[in-house]
């Protein structure tokens, strides 16, 4: 974003064609840097609009990833999920039709913003050509789509921002969720543990997926099926598929992570 600013930070006073026929460069210089600009390095009539296209395209960039935040909320907040959801005060009205249900309506505005930021980014990609390197069929947009992905940007950051700090967030759900799959989601791990047993990948993977494929066609326990299975069981000792099932070694590098982003002070 601050790359993009900068990079609009120009002004040009070079004549109508760009040529300085009226005045010498060193002048335009030093009156942009009164304003605090930079001179153009090159010019026509008009400061060409690839400039400001960059601009409004960061714009929709930030806008697009709020929007993912927003999207991946909004379908942890499904009824049927209920692993997060944002802040619901006492007697806030959720659904207007079910009274039971909390809606994500701060994340929905989000999603719903950030597409108008992202179609004001394709009207600033059509003001870069120009009939003749001069027309100012570019300014009647500009008026609108600066300052509007501007403002909605700094409104969808702070709307984000709010809604993390305020967020309901639900392990046991979480958990629970997990548990539906009756061990299925651990058969990417076995596989790779069969496989560093020296078992082939091939053949590793055959085994384990037909204990997964009848779990989730009978509801079966599937790291029942695994222990019982005598090809599995002859490579891996119990205590082994335990290391295979245990989700604390999924989660083991998790605080590395957030070390890597905010900073080994992070919470």
Request: charged letters at 25%; one cysteine or more; proline letters at 3%.
């Amino acid at each position: 974003m601050e790359r993009a600013a900068d990079d609009m930070a120009v002004g040009k006073i070079s004549g109508a064609v760009g040529t300085f026929a009226h005045l010498a460069a060193d002048i335009e210089e030093a009156i942009c840097a009164k304003l605090g600009l930079k001179a153009a390095p090159i010019s026509s009539q008009v400061i060409q609009r690839d400039r400001h296209a960059y601009y409004v395209a960061t714009l929709a960039v930030i806008a697009s990833s709020l929007d993912k935040i927003a999207t991946e909320i909004r379908h942890l907040q499904r009824t049927e999920v209920r692993e997060a959801e944002e802040y619901f005060s006492k007697g806030q009205k959720g659904s207007s039709a079910m009274p039971h249900k909390r809606n994500p309506v701060g994340c929905e505005q989000i999603s719903g913003l950030a597409r108008l930021v992202r179609s004001n980014a394709q009207a600033a990609f059509e003001n870069v050509a120009l009939w003749h390197e001069r027309d100012i069929s570019h300014s009647s947009v500009e008026r609108v789509i600066l300052p509007d992905s501007t403002i909605l940007v700094d409104y969808l950051l702070y709307r984000t921002r709010v809604t993390i700090e305020k967020l309901f967030v639900y392990p046991e759900r979480m958990k629970q969720n997990l548990d539906l799959t009756r061990g299925l989601v651990f058969s990417g791990q076995l596989l790779l543990d069969l496989a560093a047993k020296g078992t082939l990948r091939e053949q590793a993977y055959l085994w384990v997926q037909r204990n997964a494929m009848r779990a989730w066609e009978n509801g079966e326990d599937f790291r029942k099926l695994v222990s019982s299975d005598p090809d599995i069981s002859r490579v891996m000792s119990a205590e082994e598929i335990d290391t295979a099932f245990d989700l604390k070694r999924q989660l083991r590098n998790v605080d590395a992570i957030f070390a890597r982003v905010f900073g080994s002070e992070s919470p």
